[in-house]
């Protein structure tokens, strides 16, 4: 049972352009989302989050949109950059019962930003 | 600012042997989480300590366990180990006592189980 699902496994994507990262989830007890890239022999690092009472957060070139209704988030970067080139996971948690304090993880896209 | 500290980086073992793996928080910290990473499958949650105590628990037997120390550090023990143990273990820390807080990663412990 995945519960976040991040359905594009990759995106190629041209520096300058805007990059769009998709997420699905649902589970109706997420309430906080949250976006992190990864490079190769690294931990993931933290981009920029969401609680389930936005529906859109900033931060810089980043953007998260949350619609609740469809169960899905987006990842907006513009524009893009060639360093920008990771895997991309989308994650989310609860409030409460099972879900609390742990982050369900998608299985990532990679994102590859040419020069 | 240091962040998440795992050790050690790589660890090869064999099966039935147990293994402990370290991990300091970010200062300030006191929430401290695992997570596995086995090859082929996502980020999977293992355990999570915030002030001492074990506060929610992933899908994993039992003989995976861990602990967080007074100054908030942690470890994760796996007893028995299996070759499906073969994984990236990633600790991440928060802020603790607060909801929607992000996690910070470190840079994971790469165990090999031969």
């Known amino acids: 049972d995945q519960q976040v699902k991040q359905n594009s496994p990759s995106l190629s994507v041209q520096e300058g352009r805007i990059s769009i990262l998709n997420c699905d989830y649902t589970n109706s007890m997420f309430d906080y989302f949250l976006w992190y890239k990864k490079y190769p022999a690294e931990g993931p690092t933290f981009l920029i989050s969401i609680s389930s009472i936005k529906d859109k957060n900033e931060d810089g070139r980043f953007t998260v949109f949350l619609n609740k209704s469809a169960k899905h988030l987006s990842l907006h970067i513009v524009p893009s950059q060639p360093g920008d080139s990771a895997v991309y996971f989308c994650?989310?948690?609860?409030?409460?019962?099972?879900?609390?304090?742990?982050?369900?993880f998608g299985q990532g896209t990679i994102l590859t930003v040419h020069p | 600012e240091a962040g998440v500290t795992q050790s050690p980086t790589h660890l090869i073992k064999t099966r039935g042997q147990q293994v402990t793996l370290r991990c300091s928080p970010i200062s300030g910290h006191t929430s401290v989480y695992w997570y596995q990473q086995a090859l082929g499958l996502g980020l999977q949650f293992l355990l999570w300590?915030?002030?001492?105590?074990?506060?929610n628990r992933g899908n994993f037997p039992p003989r995976f366990s861990g602990r967080q120390f007074p100054n908030y550090s942690s470890e994760l023990n796996v007893n028995a180990l299996e070759l499906e143990d073969s994984a990236l273990y990633l600790c991440?820390?928060?802020?603790?006592?607060?909801?929607?807080?992000?996690?910070?990663f470190g840079d994971g412990t790469r165990l090999s189980i031969l």
């Open positions: 994650a989310a948690s609860g409030a409460g019962g099972t879900s609390y304090g742990k982050l369900t």
């Open positions: 991440a820390s928060s802020l603790g006592g607060i909801s929607r807080q992000p996690q910070h």
């Open positions: 300590y915030d002030e001492g105590e074990e506060r």
